[in-house]
């Protein structure tokens, strides 16, 4: 389990092909990986994966062919930068907001522009993920924990301060540029436990079952 708040920004030293996966090496720059141990799971860029190697500040994972089907993992190079958070500790302050390091799909970055000292961004995410964000709710974004400005037709809006531009890869981004998305856990659970499950997740059914007023 993770919070969306990350610790340092990475960098790839090297992918391995291993039979149909690879095995990648992170080079953890300023993260502090003296109390990480091998099994340990690191998320990067929101991907939750588990430490097979430790060599300094250098930590190599086995990403499976499934993993590189479905995130933004298999387009990364040696020298791309990568978000990098530990898991969270039992007693640790929840900075953000619960994330279980899944990526649930895609999303592609569609518009940015300056805003005061920050930036906002357009997102576009599949059609099935949709009914899953909400204004003012929560997004894990590249393994960001975000706050959702606006939802449009097509994905939603974010708004990005200076310390977030500055301390994560959201600084490199630009037009066309793929994201691993993660929705709230909370609204994906309260959805399978209504009756009729989307089918009746509406606002009339959130007031009848104590989640609105």
Request: charged share 20%; proline share 3%; hydrophobic share 40%.
């Amino acid at each position: 389990m993770f919070t969306g708040i990350i610790a340092a920004v990475g960098r790839i030293a090297s992918l391995q092909p291993q039979g149909g996966d690879i095995r990648l090496l992170i080079d953890t720059v300023k993260l502090d990986i003296s109390d990480v141990k091998l099994g340990d799971s690191i998320a990067v860029n929101g991907v939750c994966l588990t430490v097979v190697t430790i060599e300094g500040q250098t930590l190599a994972f086995d990403v499976s062919k499934e993993t590189l089907q479905r995130t933004s993992l298999a387009s990364v190079s040696a020298g791309s930068s990568v978000n990098l958070e530990k898991a969270l500790a039992v007693g640790e302050r929840l900075g953000g907001h619960f994330v279980s390091g899944h990526v649930d799909g895609l999303g592609k970055v569609t518009r940015l522009q300056p805003s005061a000292r920050s930036w906002q961004f357009h997102i576009e995410m599949p059609a099935p993920l949709r009914r899953y964000v909400a204004e003012k709710g929560s997004i894990c974004v590249d393994g960001v924990s975000l706050t959702v400005n606006a939802v449009t037709d097509t994905g939603f809006e974010i708004n990005i301060i200076p310390h977030t531009m500055q301390e994560t890869i959201i600084r490199d981004y630009s037009i066309g540029q793929s994201v691993n998305l993660e929705v709230d856990l909370i609204a994906r659970y309260l959805e399978r436990l209504l009756p009729g499950n989307a089918a009746g997740l509406s606002y009339e059914t959130l007031v009848k079952h104590g989640f609105a007023s």
